[in-house]
Nanobody
Framework: QVQLVESGGGVVQAGGSLRLSCKTS????????MGWYRQAPGKQREVVAR??????YYSESVKGRFTISGDNAKQTVDLQMNNLKPEDTAVYYC?????????WGQGTQVTVSS
């Protein structure tokens, strides 16, 4: 069973930065999508940024502030988050999709104080 190991969450003041990292526990073949999602209290999980077949996608709310970087060979995907806002507060989840199977990380809390 593939597991994803996340790190990098924490508490930061508005305007600050955090970097999230995610790595697979074992070599996974056929990966076509890597990305980050988030879920705030009382809200549905939403995509933040993802790579799919080499194309990067960002939600409108994070464009220009967040940068996703992925390495398929190392099977890592990072999310650099700059100029964080209180509305970015959420649990962030890493996703890797392989052969139509989604693997999720355990989630890492990001809290942005005003």
């Amino acid at each position: 069973q593939v597991q994803l190991v996340e790190s990098g969450g924490g508490v930061v003041q508005a305007g600050g930065s955090l970097r999230l990292s995610c790595k697979t526990s074992q070599r996974t073949f056929g990966v076509d999508t890597m990305g980050w999602y988030r879920q705030a209290p009382g809200k549905q999980r939403e995509v933040v940024a993802r790579y799919s077949y080499g194309d990067a996608y960002y939600s409108e709310s994070v464009k220009g502030r967040f940068t996703i970087s992925g390495d398929n060979a190392k099977q890592t995907v990072d999310l650099q988050m700059n100029n964080l806002k209180p509305e970015d507060t959420a649990v962030y989840y890493c996703l890797i999709r392989s052969r139509n199977v989604d693997y999720w990380g355990q989630g890492t809390q990001v809290t942005v104080s005003s």
